[in-house]
């Protein structure tokens, strides 16, 4: 277990104070630095950076809409299309990290994980991860999913990452389409009104296709994310916690939220016939103080335009195999999260000790004579793509269309001018 050499827990974290919320990081003590970039930089920053994500976005989509009426024709083709785009964004996500908030990422993990992560000659993290799981992890910050998604990518899993999200997100033009064409699962929170439509498309998620892009197994291959906290670490989402922790009389967390057992329960129920693992993943940004929230200092424009990003990003890595959850008695299932949450938060808090998560460097047993597998220990890696020139790969299609349909304009244009000479 992970968390076998971990101190044991300090009191509950309590609710901060209106001071503490409202105490703003000045420039000189901001865990990113000073601002790196003047007005005048960030706004060109910005300019370039929306143009980028954009124009990236509205490719996709339109890449989208050329494959939609394949769903009419093949659906093997269709989704193995989405798929495609899907690994489009993936890219977009990591390159614009990459470009605009360069950051060092360290990833380690437990014994559970060894043999799976690995650091490649050129400097990038490559994960041997399970084409299907559901993949759980504390809500730090709104980003951190692009981190998520970047990991998928080393897994070349990044087209067939499906996120569980907030109903309203749908009503975003572009995205929310887009979004609806990769399959996501758009929740109101609501659980008689959700259940349903939870249940159609975690079933959508066992099924099988033969075409591109299907993997190797006769299943789809599927990253199921779903954040059992429910939202982000934040001053109500501390203040939330410590109510539920009071109402049912246990105590609460210190650096993660006490998670909700109701949704993860019901995708183990649904998937555990096709998925042997679930993941965990505890991230860490480097810089948060003890008892302040990263949504607040890491934002959008300190982290992309300011250029006050974390000095690292922090990952540990472990899995639980399925058969062993007690998913068929939701008190157990309830207890059982909250334990693994409770590893997770002192996790943390060695984090918060010693500058890094606990990192795996043991040899595991030789088996049939094989060569034993070594932890990875610490990985220290970027988010970055195998190329530079990757991301061109987005907008090809859009341009392919854009050139059949100049070709075609000119046709027909040709067409009319030799009829009217006649």
């Not at 309590?14 to 105490?23: D, G, N, Y």
């Not at 890449?63 to 899907?86: H, R, V």
């Not at 939870?198 to 779903?226: A, C, E, V």
């Amino acid at each position: 277990m992970a968390t076998n050499g971990l101190k044991q827990r300090l009191p509950s974290a309590s609710v901060p104070s209106l001071k503490e919320e409202q105490k703003e990081i000045g420039d000189k003590h901001h865990p990113g630095g000073a601002i790196k970039h003047g007005t005048w930089d960030q706004a060109l920053r910005m300019l370039v950076f929306a143009l980028y994500f954009n124009g990236s976005c509205l490719c996709i989509f339109m890449t989208q809409l050329i494959g939609a009426p394949l769903y009419f024709y093949n659906k093997d083709l269709f989704y193995a299309w989405m798929a495609m785009t899907k690994q489009h964004f993936g890219v977009v996500a990591a390159t614009m990290t990459h470009w605009w908030a360069p950051t060092k990422i360290r990833v380690s993990g437990d014994e559970s994980v060894r043999g799976q992560l690995r650091k490649t000659e050129d400097g990038r993290l490559e994960c041997d991860f399970p084409e299907r799981m559901v993949l759980v992890a504390n809500h730090q910050i709104y980003t951190d999913w692009i981190y998520l998604w970047w990991i998928a990518y080393t897994s070349k899993m990044h087209g067939h990452l499906y996120i569980i999200l907030k109903e309203s997100i749908k009503w975003i033009p572009i995205l929310g389409q887009g979004m609806m064409f990769y399959g996501f699962i758009f929740l109101s929170r609501k659980w008689a009104k959700d259940k349903e439509r939870f249940q159609y498309r975690l079933r959508k998620l066992n099924s099988s296709h033969s075409g591109p892009l299907s993997g190797t197994h006769t299943l789809d291959p599927m990253w199921l994310l779903i954040y059992p906290e429910g939202t982000n670490l934040s001053s109500n989402g501390r203040v939330s916690s410590k109510k539920w922790a009071d109402k049912t009389g246990i105590d609460d967390l210190r650096h993660a939220l006490l998670p909700r057992s109701t949704g993860l329960l019901f995708c183990l129920l649904e998937l555990r016939k096709t998925v042997d693992w679930m993941y965990d993943c505890t991230v860490a940004y480097e810089g948060v103080p003890r008892g302040q929230f990263g949504q607040d200092i890491f934002t959008l424009r300190s982290t992309y335009f300011q250029g006050r990003r974390p000095k690292s990003v922090n990952m540990h890595w472990r899995r639980f195999a399925t058969k062993d959850i007690p998913v068929n008695d939701p008190k157990e299932f309830e207890k059982w999260l909250l334990l693994r949450w409770r590893e997770k938060d002192d996790l943390l808090e060695y984090y918060f000790q010693n500058g890094r998560f606990p990192a795996d460097d043991g040899i595991g047993p030789t088996v049939n004579g094989a060569i034993p597998v070594k932890g990875a220990g610490y990985i220290e890696t970027e988010v970055r793509t195998k190329g530079p020139l990757e991301f061109v790969q987005i907008f090809i299609p859009s341009m392919a269309l854009g050139l059949v349909i100049n070709v075609i304009v000119k046709f027909i244009n040709m067409v009319l001018r030799i009829l009217h000479m006649k």
